[in-house]
């Protein structure tokens, strides 16, 4: 991980957070491609919708056409012990503002390493940890996992700027749980001294995010990414 070493986030044991991974004009180039995608495959999943048809050599990351974000990761080196040598599995999510995603886990057929992208918008990413008292009330009964209650407050989160990277590994893969809350707009104190206006109109919509894991296991020799929309 020596690339991958030089964007490592003091404080944290395994995150690493690259600002402008992809251009402007990368990121256009994927948010064209994702909103031309068929509307008919799409399919609702309580609040989501999804499309299971989306794959590391599908039709937004398909090789040969600009940006190879999948070669770029594995350039980093962050998925050098993964089985793959890189990421096979692609999750495109979409968000509205007061959309988001509760606290989970990826679960153990991934390696335990995500790198997720950016795109449209900044993403406020919140890590939480299980509590320790097993008598504690969890934040929702579904997320909770085997009876565990998930403590409220994050023990670390991370403004994502539109077009970075995060990348999650170790012990806050391992042992953390990962979420985006569910809030019509962030409270930025700093506002007013954003002065890139476009960061600005950023914070008023909502946006996609790409999250990028290694299969470990694969059956049939091809993996299928999700399309989620909310």
């Given at each position: 991980m020596d690339l991958l070493a030089e964007h490592h986030l003091q404080g944290t044991s395994a995150v690493f957070?690259?600002?402008?991974?992809?251009?402007?004009?990368?990121?256009?180039?994927?948010?064209?491609?994702?909103?031309?995608?068929?509307?008919?495959?799409?399919?609702?999943?309580?609040?989501?919708?999804?499309?299971?048809?989306?794959?590391?050599?599908?039709e937004v990351l398909q090789k040969n056409i600009l940006p190879d974000v999948l070669g770029r990761l594995r350039l980093l080196g962050a998925f050098n012990q993964s089985p793959h040598k890189g990421p096979n599995h692609v999750i495109l999510n979409e968000y509205h503002p007061g959309q988001g995603i509760m606290?989970?886990?990826?679960?153990?057929?991934?390696?335990?390493?995500?790198?997720?992208?950016?795109?449209?918008?900044?993403?406020?990413?919140?890590?939480?940890?299980?509590?320790?008292?097993?008598?504690?009330?969890?934040?929702?009964?579904?997320?909770?996992?085997?009876?565990?209650?998930?403590?409220?407050?994050?023990?670390?989160?991370?403004?994502?700027?539109?077009?970075?990277?995060v990348v999650t590994t170790g012990e806050l893969y391992t042992t953390h749980l990962h979420g985006i809350d569910e809030v019509d707009a962030d409270t930025i104190v700093n506002r007013h001294m954003i002065k890139d206006e476009t960061v600005v109109r950023m914070i008023e919509s909502g946006g996609y995010s790409l999250t990028c894991r290694d299969v470990?296991?694969?059956?049939?020799?091809?993996?299928?990414?999700?399309?989620?929309?909310?």
């Open positions: 957070y690259i600002p402008n991974f992809i251009s402007e004009d990368e990121e256009q180039y994927l948010l064209r491609k994702i909103k031309d995608s068929p509307k008919q495959k799409w399919k609702m999943l309580n609040n989501r919708r999804f499309a299971p048809s989306f794959h590391t050599g599908g606290p989970h886990e990826d679960g153990p057929s991934y390696h335990p390493v995500v790198a997720t992208i950016s795109l449209g918008s900044h993403t406020i990413f919140h890590y939480y940890q299980y509590n320790k008292d097993k008598d504690s009330l969890s934040v929702d009964p579904g997320s909770t996992r085997m009876g565990r209650s998930v403590n409220p407050a994050p023990s670390l989160s991370l403004f994502l700027e539109p077009r970075s990277v470990e296991k694969v059956a049939s020799g091809r993996v299928a990414g999700v399309v989620n929309r909310t």
